[in-house]
């Protein structure tokens, strides 16, 4: 804990070190979701689809994955940016440190930059639930938690698995963009916008509709089932899939002779 703390001083003294573009930064993020979200919120307009999806329902499946992308970039830019690690050789120092490689790939990198996107996210999270539900119940308040929480677990998988592919191909591929990025931008709707196939690809092979598709469904009365509440869980599978493909190929590397 001791040297997570020591990892997230550093970093945040260093994105002190120039507080006017830090600042413009934060701004810009704050910026950018926003007009994420108007996009959104114009699409559904245009195609008079607010009869049909509340706007608290779009608001909430929005925040829930912008809360979790924003955490994964903020705190898993290592893994995000491994490639670079491989590259300048940076990774064959951190594999000879009597450290956790995990933990020192996390203190290689921190974004505080996406700090803003996240809180702002959680704001609109803890607003648009506030609107949604009518009557809260310690089932809903848990499946709340437990959306946030497993959308972090979710891209945390994704991202480490995007780190693995550049075991074998040294520099990272776009296909993993498609997937992280790509999955964010997906997940930003209702999921009951999208034809039943999409659906079942986010759901069994990238499992995004979990964190926020079926959680809202028991929010919003669809279904009784208590299942859905730990649903977003399943999320914890992904994550060790992809730490058990990471060690695997961290158990093939044999360095890049940088």
Same mark, same amino acid.
């Given at each position: 804990?001791?040297? $997570?703390? @020591? ?18 930064? #934060? ?19 245009? !195609? ?13 499946? !929005? ?12 705190? #898993? ?8 690690? =491989?590259?300048?050789?940076s990774l064959d120092l951190l594999l000879v440190r009597p450290r956790n490689i995990y933990l020192q790939i996390f203190g290689s990198d921190i974004c505080y930059e996406k700090l803003s996107r996240l809180l702002a996210a959680l704001g609109l999270? $803890? ?8 009557? !809260? ?20 998988? %994704? *991202? +480490? +698995? ?30 009951? $916008? ?5 659906? #079942? ?9 979990? =964190? @926020? ?5 028991? %929010?919003?009365? @669809? ?5 859905? +509440?730990?649903?977003?869980? #399943?999320? !914890? ?9 990471? @060690? *695997?190929? %961290? ?8």
């Open positions: 804990m001791k040297l $997570i703390l @020591n990892y997230l001083s550093i970093h945040l003294k260093v994105s002190l070190e120039y507080r006017l573009p830090f600042f413009f930064s #934060l701004v810009s993020q704050v910026l950018y979701m926003f007009i994420e979200l108007f996009a959104v919120y114009a699409l559904f307009s245009k !195609f008079n689809l607010l009869g049909v999806y509340s706007i608290d329902e779009i608001l909430l499946s !929005f925040s829930t994955v912008w809360f979790a992308f924003a955490f994964s970039e903020m705190f #898993l830019r290592g893994f995000d940016n491994f490639a670079r690690l =491989i590259v300048n050789g999270f $803890i607003y648009s639930s506030g609107k949604l539900i009518k009557h !809260f119940t310690i089932g809903k308040v848990l499946l709340l938690g437990n959306m946030l929480l497993g959308g972090i677990i979710l891209f945390m998988g %994704l *991202f +480490i +698995i995007g780190a693995t592919f550049c075991f074998y191909t040294i520099q990272g591929i776009e296909v993993v963009n498609v997937i992280t990025d790509g999955g964010k931008q997906f997940a930003e709707y209702p999921m009951r $916008i999208y034809k039943k196939s999409l659906r #079942l690809v986010f759901t069994f092979v990238i499992p995004i509709t979990i =964190i @926020n598709y079926y959680p809202i469904d028991y %929010l919003m009365g @669809n279904t009784t089932n208590i299942m859905y +509440i730990f649903l977003p869980l #399943l999320t !914890f599978i992904v994550l060790l899939l992809s730490i058990n493909v990471f @060690n *695997f190929g %961290l158990r093939k590397y044999h360095s890049t002779g940088s």
